[in-house]
């Protein structure tokens, strides 16, 4: 089946425009989660979705960064008034469920979209 | 919080076998994982320990001891394809067990 998807793959905008990302999670998986690469570094977790809500939204780095998920499929991680230190790829991922203390509950990550703030 | 070392980088020959090591200080463990990167494409899933001990799935191993906050990805019987960023990345109870905090990844470069 297919896997998570993210559009656009890229995107350029200028510093104080507004920016929205797209995840589409693998089919019946109710967690999704957000997370940001800069160059040379892992992932750095931004946001997690269980369902329609934000369970954990401890990594959104100011309110600058806003994300929804209103129908617990897709999701839409917003930027407000961009700025050159957003420049990252942005990747989403997705897991059947939440998951539980000790259990395996794989992340699939989706392709990311790398966003250039000029 | 979390804090995860890994080496920068590390170099190899087709055929041979290399170690991967990652220590970490975590304050309520509850897994530890390795993906693999390769640039540009998404990480992939390698393996998951949440016990003491090895994890053997085809050429790729992994290991865990706890109580040091180690653990190593050991890759066999190298191949160019195998080039690619190994992150390691753990679980924490303390912290929202649910989101994963990765190190800065291992670059691996396989030459022939």
């Known amino acids: 089946g297919a896997g998570v998807s993210q559009t656009p793959s890229n995107k350029v905008t200028e510093k104080g425009k507004y920016v929205e990302l797209r995840c589409d999670p693998i089919?019946?998986?109710?967690?999704l989660y957000w997370y940001r690469q800069s160059l040379g570094q892992g992932p750095e977790f931004l946001i997690y979705?269980?369902?329609?809500?934000?369970?954990?939204d401890s990594g959104l780095p100011n309110d600058r960064f806003f994300a929804v998920r209103p129908e617990g499929s897709v999701s839409t991680l917003k930027i407000q008034r961009t700025e050159r230190g957003d420049s990252a790829v942005y990747l989403c991922?997705?897991?059947?469920?939440?998951?539980?203390?000790?259990?395996?509950?794989?992340?699939?990550f989706g392709p990311g979209t790398r966003l250039t703030v000029l | 919080g979390q804090n995860i070392d890994q080496p920068t980088e590390m170099t190899a020959t087709e055929g041979a076998i290399v170690q991967i090591n990652c220590t970490y200080q975590?304050?309520?463990?509850?897994?530890l994982f390795w993906y693999q990167q390769h640039a540009g494409e998404a990480p992939t899933f390698l393996s998951y320990?949440?016990?003491?001990g090895l994890e053997e799935k085809g050429r790729f191993s992994s290991f865990l001891s706890r109580s040091k906050g180690y653990s190593y990805l050991l890759l066999k019987e190298l191949q160019m394809k195998d080039s690619a960023s190994y992150l390691c990345?753990?679980?924490?109870?303390?912290?929202?067990?649910?989101?994963?905090?990765f190190g800065t990844g291992t670059r691996l470069l396989v030459s022939p």
């Open positions: 991922a997705s897991s059947l469920t939440g998951g539980t203390s000790g259990s395996y509950n794989e992340q699939f």
């Open positions: 089919s019946g998986h109710t967690a």
């Open positions: 979705f269980q369902g329609t809500g934000a369970a954990d």
């Open positions: 975590t304050s309520g463990f509850n897994g």
């Open positions: 320990n949440v016990l003491d």
């Open positions: 990345a753990v679980r924490d109870l303390n912290t929202g067990f649910q989101k994963l905090v």
